[in-house]
């Protein structure tokens, strides 16, 4: 091994500088090659030494990298400077892009109900269940580096970058290693990046490739044969086997293996360097993207180490080269055409009214990874990859890559809540059973509140914006009732429900659904303080006309730092028809009045309920929340919510009121609220108003805190409204709630426990789940 020093550096230097001009036919300067290692998230730290090379006025006339060295090699080669590549690793969603997740609000809403709620997804192949591979396709990679790369697409090969470029990737057929000089850049990149054990194989012109560290992990060789006099090496990654005690997993022992090749031809190579750099990143590993800050430091502490160096190279070649940086905004492009492959299930024509462009459109990349990620959205796609070719008119033709997820899939999850106890979920998505193109979701609950439902949705329209829903759900749900904080009752509720819509689904940002459903729903008491101990059970069914615009740019479902949600339900219910059905023998229900009892004969219990069962009525939903980003540990968020109920009767009719309360959101326009359990307020009008404020002081820890005041109000009739006495509004009818609680992202889901009261009644409420749900959200 030799690393030089500014000890003797400068001996070494003229001395090969005296070589070189007593071999060289030519009076041209010596040629520069740099060499950047693999070695994961730790090559990141080839920025700091670019940065000082800069400093010293160098730039180099060849550049060659492997894996994280080909991606930080190949954007400087096409020109980017390293104050550039600094910001494009901190603006980087590296939690993301190593992952095989997309972020929530990049997922069609048709999808965001289920998207990324299970602890396994298999997929299901001739009726079999078989087991995944666990490797990460990338598609979050990708998107990035077609994004970064995008000033090469002019080029047609890497010697006409403004710095001739190499990156190396292993051909996975022969196991020999391909040195990478034309082509489309990002694919490249992808190529060499693929790091076996974590990555998918690439499929590369028809030759499926893998990471080139496997091969050749310090490419030096390759950089002098482009005609490299001078080399800098960049090496992030171990110089030498690690001893195999020391290898704690599998992956590491198949990684060693992998690797022998690579890590055999490595001595010469380092040998071959002029001058070799190898930062001191002992304390991270191949996967340490979250510490990309701390990797960045220790990437410029070594490029200070070495400006000696640096300079006097500069002032004996009597250079000083500028790295004047390409910016980080781009010239938008013409497409001329579009060209689909690789899908089966899902028809052009609905690719491309997700994609969003058509031909003689003018793109931007940014266009380009929003269609891009409107098509992954649908999330029946392992992987969409895409590339451009421009023609000699200098437009461009667009190239649409897709790798679709089996016909069907069987998810699983577990999860527990101190309210409805441990349960199993099950979902069978299968896609096109019912006409094409479709998607069919039988989800089931296996618990003590046993849930189904049978969810699906057609495309329709030539340009398949729009889709029809079909949607049934039985819900069984053991709800406690509540006095100021204490459990009185539980109440039984058997909810079937069958509805049908037409949703909107062009926009991964918003979404409207008109529709109707009925509804049948089975309530009992079980301590019989609800109802009273003679009554089977009340029976509610009604057909209602509902109308619903959600508009949701969250980041994620469960654990939002930024976006908004915005929910407007409106339903017209109608044909209500409510019953009491006593217990078997039973034919006087008898109800404690205030003097007497109250005895009502069975045969005239229909006409009593008729009283109590409400004409035609409108509710009107709203629910708001934004998290607004304080820094990156803390975000704050306003919450609001409303209900009301619009009816010309009297007050005493029995409405479908609305549900506060609770960390949950169980149904969709449930409605959590500090100080209170799940559903412990019932009312038919209410407003909330409420402050969130959300730490995060690690990556799968979240912290919320926050209070709100809820206001609620029996039924006035809606031509009564205007003769409302504010006066006559009353504590009991405010409610100063606050608590707090903290979440674990885990493998089995959020894992949450809260705490929280009220000032009306002091009472502490106490809150633990576990896992993904049935539930609309989980945390």
């Given at each position: 091994m030799k690393k030089l020093t500014f000890f003797f550096f400068p001996l070494y230097l003229f001395c090969a500088l005296t070589a070189f001009s007593q071999n060289s036919t030519s009076h041209a300067n010596p040629k520069i090659g740099l060499v950047l290692s693999g070695g994961g998230a730790k090559g990141m730290a080839h920025v700091g030494v670019i940065k000082a090379m800069e400093k010293a006025g160098i730039r180099p006339d060849y550049i060659a990298g492997t894996s994280m060295g080909a991606?930080?090699?190949?954007?400087?080669?096409?020109?980017?400077?390293?104050?550039?590549?600094?910001?494009?690793?901190?603006?980087?969603?590296?939690?993301?892009?190593?992952?095989?997740?997309?972020?929530?609000?990049?997922?069609?809403?048709?999808?965001?109900?289920?998207?990324?709620?299970?602890?396994?997804?298999?997929?299901?192949?001739?009726?079999?269940?078989?087991?995944?591979?666990?490797?990460?396709?990338?598609?979050?990679?990708?998107?990035?580096?077609?994004?970064?790369?995008?000033?090469?697409?002019?080029?047609?090969?890497?010697?006409?970058?403004?710095?001739?470029?190499?990156?190396?990737a292993t051909d996975l057929r022969s196991g020999q290693g391909l040195v990478l000089k034309s082509g489309y850049l990002p694919d490249a990149l992808r190529s060499s990046i693929a790091i076996p054990t974590a990555f998918t194989p690439f499929d590369l012109d028809s030759t499926l490739v893998v990471d080139g560290g496997v091969v050749n992990n310090f490419p030096v060789d390759v950089v002098k044969d482009m005609g490299a006099d001078i080399v800098i090496g960049v090496n992030v990654s171990d110089e030498d086997f690690i001893d195999p005690k020391e290898l704690s997993s599998f992956s590491g022992i198949l990684m060693q293996i992998a690797m022998s090749t690579s890590t055999s031809k490595l001595q010469d190579n380092i040998a071959n360097c002029d001058i070799y750099i190898k930062p001191d990143l002992k304390n991270y590993s191949t996967a340490s993207f979250s510490s990309f800050n701390e990797i960045l430091e220790l990437g410029d502490k070594a490029g200070e180490e070495n400006l000696a160096n640096f300079l006097f190279l500069a002032d004996s070649l009597n250079i000083h080269r500028e790295s004047p940086g390409i910016g980080l905004e781009v010239a938008p492009v013409i497409i001329s055409e579009i060209a689909i492959s690789g899908n089966r299930l899902f028809s052009d024509d609905?690719?491309?009214?997700?994609?969003?462009?058509?031909?003689?459109?003018?793109?931007?990349?940014?266009?380009?990874?929003?269609?891009?990620?409107?098509?992954?959205?649908?999330?029946?796609?392992?992987?969409?990859?895409?590339?451009?070719?421009?023609?000699?008119?200098?437009?461009?033709?667009?190239?649409?890559?897709?790798?679709?997820?089996?016909?069907?899939?069987?998810?699983?999850?577990?999860?527990?809540?101190?309210?409805?106890?441990?349960?199993?979920?099950?979902?069978?998505?299968?896609?096109?059973?019912?006409?094409?193109?479709?998607?069919?979701?039988?989800?089931?609950?296996?618990?003590?509140?046993?849930?189904?439902?049978?969810?699906?949705?057609?495309?329709?329209?030539?340009?398949?914006?729009?889709?029809?829903?079909?949607?049934?759900?039985?819900?069984?749900?053991?709800?406690?009732?509540?006095?100021?904080?204490?459990?009185?009752?539980?109440?039984?509720?058997?909810?079937?429900?069958?509805?049908?819509?037409?949703?909107?689904?062009?926009?991964?940002?918003?979404?409207?659904?008109?529709?109707?459903?009925?509804?049948?729903?089975?309530?009992?008491?079980?301590?019989?303080?609800?109802?009273?101990?003679?009554?089977?059970?009340?029976?509610?069914?009604?057909?209602?006309?509902?109308?619903?615009?959600?508009?949701?740019?969250?980041?994620?479902?469960?654990?939002?730092?930024?976006?908004?949600?915005?929910?407007?339900?409106?339903?017209?219910?109608?044909?209500?028809?409510?019953?009491?059905?006593?217990?078997?023998?039973?034919?006087?229900?008898?109800?404690?009045?205030?003097?007497?009892?109250?005895?009502?004969?069975?045969?005239?219990?229909?006409?009593?309920?008729?009283?109590?069962?409400?004409?035609?009525?409108?509710?009107?939903?709203?629910?708001?929340?934004?998290?607004?980003?304080?820094s990156h540990k803390f975000q704050v968020a306003p919450t609001f919510a409303a209900g009301i109920t619009l009816s010309e009767q009297e007050e005493g009719f029995i409405f479908n009121e609305f549900s506060i309360g609770g960390y949950q959101r169980v149904q969709f326009n449930d409605t959590p609220s500090w100080g209170l359990n799940y559903r412990e307020l019932s009312t038919p009008n209410f407003a909330k108003l409420g402050i969130l404020g959300q730490f995060v002081p690690t990556n799968n820890i979240y912290m919320r805190f926050g209070g709100n005041i809820v206001a609620h109000n029996p039924h006035v009739p809606i031509n009564q409204i205007n003769k409302l006495d504010f006066s006559n509004i009353t504590e009991e009818r405010f409610i100063f709630g606050y608590g707090m609680d903290v979440s674990y992202d885990s493998f089995l889901g959020p894992i949450t426990g809260g705490i929280g009261s009220n000032a009306k009644d002091g009472t502490l409420r106490y809150y633990l789940s576990i896992g993904f749900s049935f539930n609309y959200s989980d945390r």
């Open positions: 991606v930080i090699g190949g954007l400087y080669a096409i020109g980017y400077n390293a104050d550039e590549l600094e910001s494009i690793i901190k603006q980087a969603d590296w939690s993301l892009i190593v992952s095989n997740r997309v972020n929530f609000n990049n997922i069609s809403f048709e999808e965001k109900e289920y998207y990324n709620r299970y602890m396994l997804e298999l997929p299901v192949i001739d009726r079999k269940i078989s087991v995944p591979t666990g490797l990460i396709e990338g598609q979050k990679l990708s998107e990035t580096l077609h994004y970064y790369t995008w000033p090469a697409i002019q080029y047609k090969n890497f010697d006409e970058f403004p710095i001739p470029f190499r990156c190396i609905l690719i491309l009214s997700k994609l969003g462009i058509a031909p003689q459109d003018t793109v931007s990349r940014s266009d380009i990874q929003s269609g891009i990620d409107r098509i992954f959205g649908v999330n029946g796609f392992r992987k969409v990859d895409y590339n451009l070719l421009q023609n000699p008119s200098g437009d461009y033709k667009l190239f649409i890559k897709t790798a679709e997820k089996q016909d069907a899939t069987l998810s699983s999850a577990f999860h527990y809540d101190d309210t409805f106890s441990a349960g199993i979920l099950l979902n069978l998505t299968v896609r096109d059973l019912l006409g094409k193109p479709s998607r069919t979701v039988a989800i089931a609950d296996i618990s003590e509140n046993p849930k189904f439902r049978l969810d699906h949705y057609k495309y329709i329209g030539k340009d398949k914006k729009y889709a029809f829903n079909f949607r049934y759900n039985f819900l069984f749900q053991q709800i406690p009732e509540y006095e100021n904080g204490e459990k009185t009752d539980i109440t039984s509720n058997r909810e079937n429900q069958v509805g049908f819509n037409v949703i909107s689904t062009h926009s991964l940002k918003q979404s409207f659904s008109v529709g109707a459903f009925y509804e049948s729903t089975r309530t009992k008491s079980r301590f019989n303080v609800e109802f009273p101990e003679d009554v089977r059970g009340g029976y509610f069914n009604f057909l209602s006309f509902r109308f619903i615009h959600n508009r949701n740019s969250l980041n994620d479902r469960n654990y939002p730092t930024r976006g908004a949600e915005t929910i407007v339900e409106s339903i017209f219910y109608s044909f209500n028809k409510y019953k009491i059905k006593l217990k078997n023998g039973v034919d006087t229900l008898v109800f404690n009045g205030d003097e007497e009892p109250i005895k009502i004969p069975s045969n005239l219990l229909d006409q009593t309920v008729d009283l109590f069962t409400p004409n035609g009525y409108v509710s009107v939903y709203l629910n708001y929340v934004k998290y607004f980003p304080i």
